[in-house]
């Protein structure tokens, strides 16, 4: 090989080592070129192997063309494998690129318990009125629940019939409480008069669930004792209640009922808040009876300590679940007990 051919191999496979290195479109592409223009077995090094058979003047110029020859085709390789990894590294951060534009993943929002909502609002109703909450014991003794509310030991209401008792050795006659009532004779014996209660709560009675009863479900008491309390009074504040639950148009009537801790006993009826008081499907004959009331009977104050010739007053009792069920419409009382969401989330109770 004269030093004419040596100089154009040089000169040829650095053209051609450029154009390959540019052309390599992965690390592996470019490493296959490398072998080719600068491995052992490549026109390069099988001419620069014959270098040593030159003249020295033909080796010096030749080898110099091979020298740049080598720095150019080295230089590209280096450029095109930078360029690969960038490319790589730009892949790579395209690929977990998070954007924070989308739209997060809302969590479901609950809702309040339609029971909840009632009660709420019958409970800051009388704290607007400065009444003070009051809770109870779910299991009660008979003292609190019957004897002390002139509930007498042959009332029907004390039968295994009617109530549920708990069986805890050595303390006989523990039973699920029947009514929030239990909660005025607890309050009572631990305070002096005046009283300004309600007492919210869950009640429980020996009942087969249907649309209208549940063997667990929930009330409100209502108990006030102080000097001069009169029906008026009581009245007054069933008006207040009433209309804050059903609307500012609402009447209240009152019919004679029997309960045996008051004296005289009411049964509360509101006007239709639908019909008001017209009669329709939801009241029939324009009221809807709603609660029970009286004038405490002196003989429950008398069992608490207080002096049933100073004093005087009136308590209530409404179940919750009848509210909600007036309010919205509910046709069955079981339903608010099933979980379902698609029902519960109806009532706009923001949790
Ligand atoms: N506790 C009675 C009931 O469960 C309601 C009531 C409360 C009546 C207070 C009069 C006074 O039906």
Redesign the pocket.
Same mark, same amino acid.
């Given at each position: 090989m004269d030093v004419e051919t040596m100089i154009a191999t040089f000169e040829a496979e650095r053209e051609r080592a450029l154009v390959l290195a540019r052309g390599a479109a992965t690390p592996e592409e470019l490493e296959a070129a490398r072998v080719a223009v600068l491995g052992r077995r490549s026109p390069f090094a099988e001419a620069q192997r014959r270098l040593g058979a030159l003249q020295p003047e033909d080796r010096r110029r030749a080898g110099k063309v091979a020298n740049e020859a080598r720095e150019a085709i080295v230089a590209a390789l280096a450029t095109r494998a930078s360029e690969l990894e960038a490319a790589a590294e730009e892949q790579l951060v395209a690929a977990d690129r998070i954007d924070l534009t989308l739209p997060g993943r809302r969590p479901p929002i609950g809702s309040l318990h339609p029971l909840t909502i009632i009660e709420d609002e019958v409970v800051e109703a009388f704290v607007a009125m400065g009444f003070r909450v009051v809770e109870g014991p779910e299991v009660e003794d008979d003292w609190h629940n019957f004897e002390a509310l002139n509930i007498p030991a042959d009332h029907p209401a004390r039968t295994m019939k009617d109530s549920l008792y708990v069986d805890v050795p050595g303390q006989p006659g523990l039973l699920l409480r029947t /009514?929030?009532?239990a909660a005025q004779i607890r309050t009572m014996e631990s305070q002096g008069p005046p009283v300004y209660i309600v007492s919210p709560g869950r009640v429980f009675r020996r009942e087969t669930p249907d649309a209208t009863h549940l063997p667990v479900f929930h009330?409100v /008491?209502c108990l006030v004792v102080d000097e001069g309390i009169t029906f008026a009074d009581l009245k007054g504040t069933l008006e207040a209640l009433v209309r804050s639950l059903f609307g500012p148009s609402r009447r209240v009537r009152l019919g004679p009922a029997y &309960?045996p &801790?008051?004296e005289p006993?009411a049964e509360v009826g509101v006007s239709c808040f639908r019909c008001d008081g017209a009669g329709c499907r939801v009241c029939g004959n324009g009221w809807i009876e709603l609660? *029970? @009331? *009286?004038m405490v009977h002196p003989q429950v104050l008398e069992n608490c300590g207080y002096d049933s010739e100073r004093l005087t007053g009136f @308590? &209530? *009792?409404m179940g919750i679940e009848r509210v909600a069920m007036l309010r919205w419409g509910i046709p069955d009382m079981r339903l608010l007990i099933e979980g379902d969401v698609r029902f519960l989330e109806q009532f706009g109770g923001a949790a």
């Amino acid at each position: 090989m004269d030093v004419e051919t040596m100089i154009a191999t040089f000169e040829a496979e650095r053209e051609r080592a450029l154009v390959l290195a540019r052309g390599a479109a992965t690390p592996e592409e470019l490493e296959a070129a490398r072998v080719a223009v600068l491995g052992r077995r490549s026109p390069f090094a099988e001419a620069q192997r014959r270098l040593g058979a030159l003249q020295p003047e033909d080796r010096r110029r030749a080898g110099k063309v091979a020298n740049e020859a080598r720095e150019a085709i080295v230089a590209a390789l280096a450029t095109r494998a930078s360029e690969l990894e960038a490319a790589a590294e730009e892949q790579l951060v395209a690929a977990d690129r998070i954007d924070l534009t989308l739209p997060g993943r809302r969590p479901p929002i609950g809702s309040l318990h339609p029971l909840t909502i009632i009660e709420d609002e019958v409970v800051e109703a009388f704290v607007a009125m400065g009444f003070r909450v009051v809770e109870g014991p779910e299991v009660e003794d008979d003292w609190h629940n019957f004897e002390a509310l002139n509930i007498p030991a042959d009332h029907p209401a004390r039968t295994m019939k009617d109530s549920l008792y708990v069986d805890v050795p050595g303390q006989p006659g523990l039973l699920l409480r029947t /009514e929030t009532s239990a909660a005025q004779i607890r309050t009572m014996e631990s305070q002096g008069p005046p009283v300004y209660i309600v007492s919210p709560g869950r009640v429980f009675r020996r009942e087969t669930p249907d649309a209208t009863h549940l063997p667990v479900f929930h009330q409100v /008491e209502c108990l006030v004792v102080d000097e001069g309390i009169t029906f008026a009074d009581l009245k007054g504040t069933l008006e207040a209640l009433v209309r804050s639950l059903f609307g500012p148009s609402r009447r209240v009537r009152l019919g004679p009922a029997y &309960f045996p &801790f008051v004296e005289p006993g009411a049964e509360v009826g509101v006007s239709c808040f639908r019909c008001d008081g017209a009669g329709c499907r939801v009241c029939g004959n324009g009221w809807i009876e709603l609660l *029970g @009331a *009286g004038m405490v009977h002196p003989q429950v104050l008398e069992n608490c300590g207080y002096d049933s010739e100073r004093l005087t007053g009136f @308590a &209530f *009792g409404m179940g919750i679940e009848r509210v909600a069920m007036l309010r919205w419409g509910i046709p069955d009382m079981r339903l608010l007990i099933e979980g379902d969401v698609r029902f519960l989330e109806q009532f706009g109770g923001a949790a």
